[in-house]
């Protein structure tokens, strides 16, 4: 089994930066992508970024040039740098994991954006 726990959620200003972590425990050497999801009100669950044990990144349009993933192999981490935030990026953020092919999520973290 896998475990995901997002931290580094919180409330921000438009303009303003959040470093979001999640940190993956139990059998992570059978974890293959990684990435972030987010769900807005009234939203369906979408994609923010993802990236391979290689290092290879996949964005959303709406987050390129403000966002940045990053993956630590060894401390089994996956990092969201997110930058000049917008208040359309408020949503619950979710860090999934692939293994064998079926994702696996966190909990979320609640990211909220005033104006």
């Known amino acids: 089994q896998v475990q995901l726990v997002e931290s580094g959620g919180g409330l921000v200003q438009a303009g303003g930066s959040l470093r979001l972590s999640c940190a993956a425990s139990g059998m992570v050497f059978s974890i293959s992508d990684m990435g972030w999801y987010r769900q807005g009100p009234g939203n369906q669950r979408e994609l923010v970024a993802r990236?391979?044990?290689?290092?290879?990144?996949d964005y959303a349009d709406s987050v390129k040039d403000r966002f940045t993933i990053s993956r630590d192999n060894v401390k089994n981490m996956v990092i969201l740098q997110m930058n000049s935030l917008k208040p359309e990026d408020t949503a619950v953020y979710y860090c999934?994991?692939?293994?064998?092919?079926?994702?696996?999520w966190g909990k979320g973290t609640l990211v909220t954006v005033s104006s």
């Open positions: 990236i391979t044990r290689g290092g290879r990144t």
């Open positions: 999934s994991g692939m293994v064998s092919g079926i994702n696996v």
